[in-house]
């Protein structure tokens, strides 16, 4: 399962590697296009996209029978839940790992990937992205992923590692450059 899924692409990437891929996005602008591409998709009856408003974590808990049931998926039931460049947009991003870590099987993997706060990290984004706006912090810190994750109680073997990456940045007078930031991948195993 993908969380923030967008339009699909790393689903869709990954796809080879799984039985079965669920992309989850608020946007159901975004919904739908996945949707689109996999109707289109040789391995759609292999994919899903879903709606869901991650700040209706009950649904995702279980604790809302009637909302757990509209996205069709059975808690315990995943090998992979994973996350690229989401959580920083996220408010509640606790308890959002707290409710997905119920669809991992126990021994299942969570991936979460996101670029961490530096000095440079305002300029990840678009001009104009303001944190209460469009996203809710200009990247994670190491100590805040490890922690929300530690948090849970339901993982182990939590591993975080960085990694530097290029992207090309501009605001908006001047040609874009290429700028390096710093990504943090962290990887654990559900209990």
Known sequence: MEIGCGTGLLSLLLLDELAYVVGQDVSEGM???????????????????????????????????????????????FDLIFSQFVLHHVANVEEVISAFSHYLRPGGRVILIDFERTENAERFHPLGFQVGKELERHGLTEEEITTWVTNTGRFEQIQLQKTKFMKNVGDGHLPKQEEEFSLLFLTALAK
């Open 31 to 77: 919904v739908k296009v996945f949707a689109n591409k996999i109707s289109q998709h040789p391995r759609k009856d292999d994919m899903l996209a879903l709606h869901l408003d991650l700040a209706q974590v009950d649904a995702l808990k279980g604790a809302d029978t009637q909302a757990q049931a509209k996205t069709q998926l059975p808690l315990g039931s």
